[in-house]
């Protein structure tokens, strides 16, 4: 998936983090990330953001237990990839974000007030490595 326009989600408790690759692959690029509304509300956003950027795939961070288990957080995305598997009918993947959140809180306290404005939300940011990962490893 990884040589066409991918959008990568990080599915948060408060909101959605949102990041784009090139056509390419090559670059990954942070999104606004969207409130977490009811459904018809979320796939309608994310409906408008793939026809925006002529998204081909998506990839969804997988929140798995750090020894690998499923827990209740996984459960819930496996359901919010079926709903988007069955609304945006695009190729769907899972990438293990364990830690994701962690890195993007830790590289944002980092960043001086301009660089944050570029990510827009740590949730965009933890969008943008996850995305980071999936190229890397496609």
């Not at 989600?9 to 942070?30: E, K, T, W």
């Not at 590289?107 to 490595?129: E, P």
């Amino acid at each position: 998936m990884a040589k066409q326009k991918t959008l990568a989600i990080d599915f948060g408790v408060r909101n959605i983090g949102l990041a784009c690759s090139d056509d390419l692959g090559l670059i990954v690029q942070p999104l606004p990330s969207l409130p977490r509304r009811n459904r018809r509300g979320t796939i309608a956003a994310l409906r408008a953001v793939v026809a925006a950027h002529s998204v081909r795939c998506i990839v969804v961070g997988m929140p798995w237990n750090m020894d690998g288990s499923r827990g209740p957080a996984a459960e819930r995305v496996e359901a919010f990839m079926r709903l988007l598997a069955q609304e945006l009918g695009l190729p769907l993947d899972a990438v293990d974000e364990r830690l994701s959140t962690v890195e993007a809180v830790a590289i944002w306290h980092g960043m001086n007030r301009r660089q944050q404005r570029r990510y827009r939300t740590v949730d965009s940011l933890a969008a943008a490595l996850i995305l980071q990962r999936h190229l890397e490893a496609g």
